[in-house]
């Protein structure tokens, strides 16, 4: 049986969707974004929290955090409302343990 704990930590995956009129946005806008608002919220960088874009197409993506960050991670995504000057509202999908199980029972056509 595999573990998924790695440095004794678990991970979480969090499957969103960016719902916009523009649907011209690239990953870096998006993880800049992320950057900047995490740093905003809880005066953090993401990478003390753990948290890190795995995934993004332009309008579905794939977060990762630390299991104990999850519920802060769901509110900094939510919390995001502009990407550069395009007004924006993100969705959060579902959470999973693994990527697999994220896009397999959520995120389809991902």
Request: aromatic share 6%; hydrophobic share 35%.
């Amino acid at each position: 049986m595999y573990t998924i704990v790695k440095d004794n930590r678990r991970q979480r995956y969090i499957g969103f969707v960016v719902k916009t009129l523009n649907k011209n946005l690239n990953k870096s806008e998006m993880l800049r974004e992320i950057q900047r608002q995490c740093k905003y919220i809880f005066n953090k960088d993401c990478k003390e929290m753990g948290i890190r874009l795995i995934r993004f197409d332009g309008t579905a993506g794939i977060l990762k955090c630390n299991h104990l960050e999850k519920e802060n991670a769901i509110m900094l995504l939510q919390s995001i409302k502009k990407i550069q000057s395009k007004k924006v509202e993100i969705e959060t999908i579902a959470t999973s343990g693994t990527i697999r199980s994220l896009v397999k029972k959520h995120m389809l056509n991902f």
